[in-house]
C-alpha cells in the first residue's frame, strides 16, 4: 500500500469531478472510487480482497449516501476474504441473518422470498440480502447502500459483518444497541462440559445445573452472568449506561 495513496476516511465524494478516479487506503485494503455525475450523479467504488489484486466488492452510491459511503467501504474492505473468483458468496443466507448483530430475533423463523433472499427491519432502516451477493440497505430517512459482494470466498459471517455496518451507519439511535439475553447452559454431567459453574444443583445420573446466561448488544459489548436474570440485568445495565435512558423490555432469545 502506498504511502502517497490518501486515506479512505478522508475521501470528499462531493469532490471528485466527473469520471475521475482514485484509489484510497484502508487498515487492509484498496478501494477505487470514480464519479459518474453526467451520467446520473453516482459514485461506483470497487473494493479488494486481501491479496490486493482480486475484486471482492462494487458498491454504487448516490449523492444522499455519499456521507456514509467511506464508513461502509472500510468495513468491507476489512471484511472481504484474501482472494476472489467469478463465482457467487458460498454464505448460506439464512446464517447471514442469524449471525448479524443488527437484527431482531428470530422466533418466527426466517422467511425467504422465493429469489433465496432474506431480509429485516430495525428501527430506522431495512436489508435484504441475495444468495448472489447482492446487498441493499434502505434507510427510512432516504439514504440507501447497494452494492455486489463478489467471489465464492464471501462466508456467512463476512456478509453478515458488512450488513451489520452498514445497517449501523442508517439505523435510528435507538437502534445502535440492540441487546439479547440467552438461555441457561442448562443441566449436564460435569465432565461432558469444562469449567462447568454450576450453581449446585444435582439430580439423578450426577447431572449438574449451570445457570449462566450470556447477554450481547449489537455494537459487540457481551457478558456471562450465573443466571438468566442477571444476564438481562446486565442487558439492562449496558443499554441505560450506553443511550442514557431504558428501551423496551429485554428481547427474547432467538428460537
Known sequence: MSDLMPLLATADLFGLADREGTWF????????LRRYARHGDFVRAAVRSGNGHD???LLTFHPDAYPLAPAWLAAIAEAAPDTADHRPP?????SVRLLARMTPDHRNGIP?????SVGWSIPGATTRVWPNGRLELCSTTGPVLAGQLEGSQWDHFQVAAVADAGLRLLCAPEARHMTRTGQPSGWSRPYDRPGNTSNGRERKGGQM???STASSCSCSWTTTSP???GA?????QHRLEATGKAPAADRAPDA
Open 90 to 94: 458460498s454464505a448460506s443466507m439464512g
Open 25 to 32: 487506503a484502508t487498515s487492509r485494503g484498496r478501494v477505487f
Open 209 to 211: 445445573y449451570d445457570g
Open 112 to 116: 425467504r422470498l422465493r429469489d433465496g
Open 55 to 57: 475484486r471482492a466488492a
Open 232 to 236: 438481562r440485568a446486565m442487558a439492562e
Open 227 to 229: 443466571s438468566q436474570l
